[in-house]
T-cell receptor
Framework: GAGVSQSPSNKVTEKGKDVELRCDPISGHTALYWYRQSLGQGLEFLIYFQGNSAPDKSGLPSDRFSAERTGGSVSTLTIQRTQQEDSAVYLC??????????FGPGTRLTVL | AQKVTQAQTEISVVEKEDVTLDCVYETRDTTYYLFWYKQPPSGELVFLIRRNSFDEQNEISGRYSWNFQKSTSSFNFTITASQVVDSAVYFCALSDPNAGGTSYGKLTFGQGTILTVHP
C-alpha cells in the first residue's frame, strides 16, 4: 500500500516568509509525528498527533511553529517568519497500534 | 528524560564482513520499545526492527540480528555478511510511552552511526 507522503520535497524560502509543509500518513494510521533533522541537532521530535488532537507538542522550538491535523488524516506544519536556523529536513511519520513509526521522504527546507 | 547513545560515529568494513552497531539507552519507564532505522543516501528513514522491553528474546531475520540486554540497557544490531547496499546511517531509537492513549509517543533517537561497506 501507499506509504507516508510529504510535500513539497524541497522548499526554498526567504527569511521572514511563512511556509507550510504537508504530510499524508498511511491510511488508517491514527498517530502522526513530526520530526526535524539537522546537522547540528540530529533527529528531533516536534509534535505528536493522536487523531486530530496533539497530546505532545513539547518539541516545537518556538511559537513560530504550529501544526494541525484534520479528519484524522492530513497534517500541516506551519513555520511563520522563517529564520535561517529553521533550515532542516522535516520528517513526518505515522503509526497504528503496532507502535512502529513509518517515515515519509521528508521536506528539505532552506531559508535564505 | 530518555537518552539514546550510539558511541560509534562511523564504521568502515569490507564487503562480507560482519558488523555490529552499538546502542545504549536510558529510561525510567518499565515498558518501552526499541527500534533500529536505516537512512540510505536517498534520505528516507527505513524501519528495520522493533523490540519490546518485556521480551528479551534475541532474534535473527535474514542477515540482521539483534541483541537486547535489559540488564545493561543495550540494544545492539548486527549485519552478517555485509553488502555495499548496507552503506547508510543507522539510527537506534527509544519510544516514549504515551500516558493518555493506546499509541506510544515520540521517538528519541541516537546520533546515528555511519556505516560504509567497501567492495
Amino acid at each position: 500500500g501507499a506509504g507516508v507522503s510529504q510535500s513539497p520535497s524541497n522548499k526554498v524560502t526567504e527569511k521572514g516568509k511563512d511556509v507550510e509543509l504537508r504530510c499524508d500518513p498511511i491510511s488508517g494510521h491514527t498517530a502522526l509525528y513530526w520530526y526535524r533533522q539537522s546537522l547540528g541537532q540530529g533527529l528531533e521530535f516536534l509534535i505528536y498527533f493522536q487523531g486530530n488532537s496533539a497530546p505532545d507538542k513539547s518539541g516545537l522550538p518556538s511559537d513560530r511553529f504550529s501544526a494541525e491535523r484534520t479528519g484524522g488524516s492530513v497534517s500541516t506544519l506551519t513555520i511563520q517568519r522563517t529564520q535561517q536556523e529553521d533550515s532542516a529536513v522535516y520528517l513526518c511519520a505515522s503509526s497504528s497500534h503496532s507502535r512502529t513509526q513509518y517515515f515519509g521522504p521528508g521536506t528539505r527546507l532552506t531559508v535564505l | 528524560a530518555q537518552k539514546v547513545t550510539q558511541a560509534q560515529t562511523e564504521i568502515s568494513v569490507v564487503e562480507k564482513e560482519d558488523v555490529t552497531l552499538d546502542c545504549v539507552y536510558e529510561t525510567r519507564d518499565t515498558t518501552y520499545y526499541l527500534f533500529w532505522y536505516k537512512q540510505p543516501p536517498s534520505g528516507e528513514l527505513v524501519f528495520l526492527i522493533r523490540r519490546n522491553s518485556f521480551d528479551e528474546q534475541n532474534e535473527i531475520s535474514g542477515r540482521y540480528s539483534w541483541n537486547f540486554q535489559k540488564s545493561t540497557s543495550s540494544f545492539n544490531f548486527t549485519i552478517t555478511a555485509s553488502q555495499v547496499v548496507d552503506s547508510a546511517v543507522y539510527f537506534c531509537a527509544l519510544s516514549d510511552p504515551n500516558a493518555g492513549g493506546t499509541s506510544y509517543g515520540k521517538l528519541t533517537f541516537g546520533q546515528g552511526t555511519i556505516l560504509t561497506v567497501h567492495p
